[in-house]
């Protein structure tokens, strides 16, 4: 029999850093106490403060939170997909190649980037009932008193969901036109010769090449949607008589009852809707 001498492996020699390794861990350092004092630790206090049963017992027992779960729904579902759709749409007729479309391009982007406060809080001034100019100019020409626009639930949460989508509805038209401009211009232009119709071409090239975008654009302005503080806060101020609260504006409500347990359970209620659009979202992007 023969014998094999087992021979040791030599030890691991580790390799000292060089300096610009040291320096890059050590440039890390600050974004990493950055996100552990102001992301980590708010998330980690409000769950803890949000962690007895008692909270959402007395949570669910208060009206106002079934009437801001519906109104949460509502401005999710009809602000998302109406946006959607009005994106679809004008990132078609944006990329037309014509000097007055892109002049109306640049006015077009102005409400998403200008600050959300001094737009929303303008509207509002504007729907006064008393010195508005919307009232002022046009209801008092014909000798009417105009309605007062945000005493009405039903109307002032519409009003809030117009202003989301006048606010946001350019940027999800940029992302929907640069997806229009990956299509191949030879598709186009091979329909054309065959004698397709506009409609036939949208259906059968860019629908099926901006499918995915769409869809996947889609769910993350669920997600953002059901964030949006200002959109509401800022126009209605979840009034009158706290009816067109939504999940992100709840929490305010209750602080100012200084009730912050009910405040930290109103938002936490809130992931059961976010963790699944946040799950479909990130299997769409693993594809």
């Not at 519906?70 to 009809?78: G, S």
């Amino acid at each position: 029999m023969s014998h094999v001498l087992a021979i040791p492996a030599a030890p691991a020699v580790r390799k000292a850093l060089s300096p610009w390794a040291w320096w890059g861990r050590a440039l890390v350092v600050p974004y990493l106490l950055i996100f552990l004092v102001f992301v980590l630790y708010p998330v980690g206090y409000g769950l803890w403060l949000a962690r007895h049963p008692a909270s959402y017992a007395k949570l669910f027992d208060d009206p106002i939170f079934f009437r801001t779960a519906i109104n949460t729904v509502i401005f999710v579902v009809i602000a998302v997909n109406l946006k959607m759709a009005l994106a679809l749409a004008l990132s078609g007729f944006f990329v037309v190649q014509r000097w007055w479309i892109r002049a109306l391009s640049m006015l077009f982007i102005l409400p998403w980037a200008v600050p959300s406060i001094p737009t929303i809080l303008s509207v509002r001034f504007m729907l006064n009932p008393e010195w508005g100019v919307i009232n002022s100019t046009i209801f008092r020409l014909t000798g009417l008193d105009g309605p007062n626009w945000l005493n009405d639930p039903t109307l002032a949460l519409s009003f809030s969901m117009l202003m989301h989508i006048w606010k946001s509805l350019p940027f999800w038209t940029l992302i929907l036109i640069a997806g229009r401009l990956a299509i191949p211009s030879e598709q186009y232009e091979a329909a054309s010769v065959d004698g397709a119709t506009r409609l036939q071409k949208f259906r059968f090239i860019t629908w099926p090449s901006m499918r995915g975008l769409y869809f996947t654009s889609t769910i993350l302005s669920m997600i953002w949607t059901l964030g949006d503080f200002n959109s509401v806060y800022l126009l209605t101020g979840g009034g009158p008589a706290d009816l067109t609260h939504v999940l992100a504006t709840l929490g305010i409500r209750y602080l100012r009852l200084d009730q912050i347990e009910l405040a930290m359970a109103s938002i936490v209620v809130a992931l059961p809707l976010v963790l699944p659009l946040v799950y479909v979202m990130m299997k769409r992007l693993s594809k």
